[in-house]
């Protein structure tokens, strides 16, 4: 009896409970926020950098909208006419299809055949990338583009000798799965040209003590370009110092 007839909690109510949980995740939210404004250039954000953003916002329009008390009629096609925007937006300008494709591409048909050609003993990889290859290859990687790197090495990109010092860690084989131009590239290329092409990436870094070899590319088309050209593909490319 006595728990039938107590006062109700504020927060016996879903709604309630759903409120504090919205108010209490908006400091994360906002954490999250000013990370990527802070840390990441505005031109190299995607939408990938925004999703926990995204669907908070989208869940506090729409309890936003379940306050309102529209009738049904109306607040189903205003939340139709949100949703339908929404999604035209985002395959307008956030989901290029032969960009995402090449993710796809590298993740589910490239990475597994070299996990297993390389299941013994894989490549340490001087990486070019934003940590894609490591993270579907699973092998010890250093950052080639300066992401993620300890002070020693801070220093030595500064410098502008961050290959001799992965070279020295053991990380001697150059990998990058979006931003290498590497069509045309195959075991029988120069080291001059694949020279060429790595330094396109590491501007003002002295490559002439090192020899490059292509020792692996994915198979023709199995790499998507941005502009659908078929040969653009993943490469692993062999670093060694130049013998005098």
Do not use: C
């Amino acid at each position: 009896a006595r728990s039938r007839d107590r006062e109700p909690r504020p927060l016996d109510s879903p709604a309630v409970r759903f409120d504090v949980l919205l108010a209490g995740t908006a400091a994360g939210v906002i954490a999250i926020g000013l990370y990527d404004e802070l840390f990441v250039p505005a031109i190299f954000q995607g939408h990938w950098y925004w999703p926990v953003s995204t669907l908070y916002v989208s869940l506090v329009v729409l309890r936003l909208l379940g306050r309102l008390r529209f009738p049904i009629v109306a607040a189903r096609a205003s939340f139709a006419a949100a949703a339908a925007l929404s999604i035209g937006g985002f395959l307008a300008f956030g989901a290029p299809l032969g960009y995402h494709q090449r993710f796809a591409d590298f993740y589910f048909d490239v990475a597994p055949k070299l996990r297993v050609k390389y299941a013994a003993d894989p490549p340490h990889l001087f990486a070019y990338d934003d940590g894609l290859d490591a993270f579907a290859l699973d092998w010890p990687a250093m950052s080639a583009n300066g992401l993620m790197l300890d002070s020693g090495a801070l220093r030595a990109a500064r410098q502008h000798r961050l290959l001799a010092l992965g070279v020295r860690r053991g990380f001697t084989t150059f990998s990058s799965v979006q931003y290498l131009d590497a069509a045309g590239l195959s075991s029988s290329s120069s080291s001059a040209v694949v020279r060429d092409r790595v330094q396109g990436l590491l501007r003002g870094e002295d490559l002439s003590q090192f020899d490059f070899k292509v020792v692996w590319r994915s198979p023709p088309g199995a790499v998507h370009a941005e502009n659908g050209t078929p040969d653009d593909p993943y490469v692993l490319i062999a670093i060694t110092p130049r013998s005098r």
